[in-house]
């Protein structure tokens, strides 16, 4: 995360850098300190929300934040720590997360929308709606693939039976 923040400094490092070969004379001065406040305001906001928590948060927070786009129905990676902590039902968890991945593997075996070149994690998770953050879990966590992995080898093994067939009806004529 310290490594995206430093995008503020590039900026003003750039612009010393500048005023260092324009003029002779350059010395650093207390002033242009103002040009580091972006960069420190940007890691005082994270401060609290991703440098002092635990390494697992972390990881939560980067899965939540790893796409472009930005869900707001998307709850802190603090708050759903939180609750899992505080939640006892992990049968319960177990069963949701269960019927979940049984719901993804019937919509790939009966509706097939792995034959859709442009079908996205996206659309999955408003097919089965769940939330892709959480579709996401289930396929890295239970199925120990990406989302896109398990497309790819979905195709894949559509293509290979097709062509096993395609062999097999040229055999038998």
Same mark, same amino acid.
């Given at each position: 995360? $310290?490594?995206?923040?430093?995008?503020? $400094?590039?900026?003003?490092?750039?612009?010393?850098?500048? $005023?260092?070969? *324009?003029?002779?004379?350059?010395?650093?001065?207390?002033?242009?300190?103002?040009?580091? @406040?972006?960069?420190?305001?940007?890691?005082?906001?994270? @401060?609290?929300?991703?440098?002092?928590?635990?390494?697992?948060?972390?990881?939560?927070?980067?899965?939540?934040?790893?796409?472009?786009?930005?869900?707001?129905?998307?709850?802190?990676?603090?708050?759903?720590?939180?609750?899992?902590?505080?939640?006892?039902?992990?049968?319960?968890?177990?069963?949701?997360?269960?019927?979940? @991945?049984?719901?993804?593997?019937?919509?790939?075996?009966?509706?097939?929308?792995?034959?859709?070149?442009?079908?996205?994690?996206?659309?999955?998770?408003?097919?089965?709606?769940?939330?892709? *953050?959480?579709?996401?879990?289930?396929?890295?966590?239970?199925?120990?693939?990406?989302?896109?992995?398990?497309?790819?080898?979905?195709?894949?093994?559509?293509?290979?039976?097709?062509?096993?067939?395609?062999?097999?009806?040229?055999?038998?004529?």
């Amino acid at each position: 995360m $310290l490594r995206n923040t430093c995008a503020f $400094l590039q900026i003003p490092v750039f612009y010393l850098y500048v $005023l260092s070969v *324009c003029y002779s004379d350059f010395k650093l001065k207390p002033k242009y300190l103002i040009h580091l @406040l972006p960069f420190l305001i940007a890691n005082i906001a994270l @401060l609290p929300r991703f440098y002092t928590v635990d390494t697992a948060s972390k990881k939560l927070y980067l899965e939540n934040n790893a796409g472009t786009h930005i869900n707001s129905k998307l709850k802190l990676v603090s708050d759903i720590i939180s609750e899992e902590k505080n939640n006892n039902s992990e049968a319960v968890n177990e069963n949701v997360h269960n019927e979940e @991945l049984l719901k993804l593997k019937k919509l790939m075996t009966e509706e097939k929308p792995f034959l859709n070149p442009s079908l996205t994690i996206q659309d999955i998770s408003k097919e089965l709606q769940i939330p892709v *953050c959480q579709l996401s879990i289930i396929c890295n966590n239970r199925v120990k693939k990406w989302g896109i992995i398990i497309l790819l080898n979905q195709r894949n093994s559509k293509m290979r039976q097709n062509l096993l067939n395609e062999i097999y009806d040229k055999v038998l004529k």
